[in-house]
């Protein structure tokens, strides 16, 4: 079973960085951040998008796991 976990990362991601996560849908988010998010498999592959995040040299501000029915129109600005 998947879940929705949302990613908040520090400053805007440039394009070479959008195109590193093609099964996530990425939006500006508060405070001049943005906000990565979708299907996340299990812990391990939560373990891994973070090493990604991490490897891109992304600050993660915050994570958490979204309700199953929230849609990218429901991220808050």
């Known amino acids: 079973m998947h879940m929705r976990y949302e990613f908040l990362v520090a400053g805007r991601v440039s394009d ?3 195109a590193a996560f093609p099964e ?3 939006a ?6 943005t ?3 979708g299907p996340v498999r299990d812990k391990a592959a939560l373990r891994g ?3 990604r995040l991490d490897s891109l040299g992304l ?3 915050e994570m958490r796991k979204l309700p199953d029915s929230q849609s990218a129109t429901d991220v808050p600005d």
Request: glycine share 14%; proline share 5%; hydrophobic share 50%.
């Open 59 to 61: 600050t993660v501000v």
């Open 35 to 37: 906000s990565i998010f």
């Open 49 to 51: 998008m973070l090493a």
């Open 16 to 18: 070479t960085v959008r």
């Open 28 to 33: 500006d988010g508060p405070a001049g951040g």
């Open 24 to 26: 996530f849908e990425i």
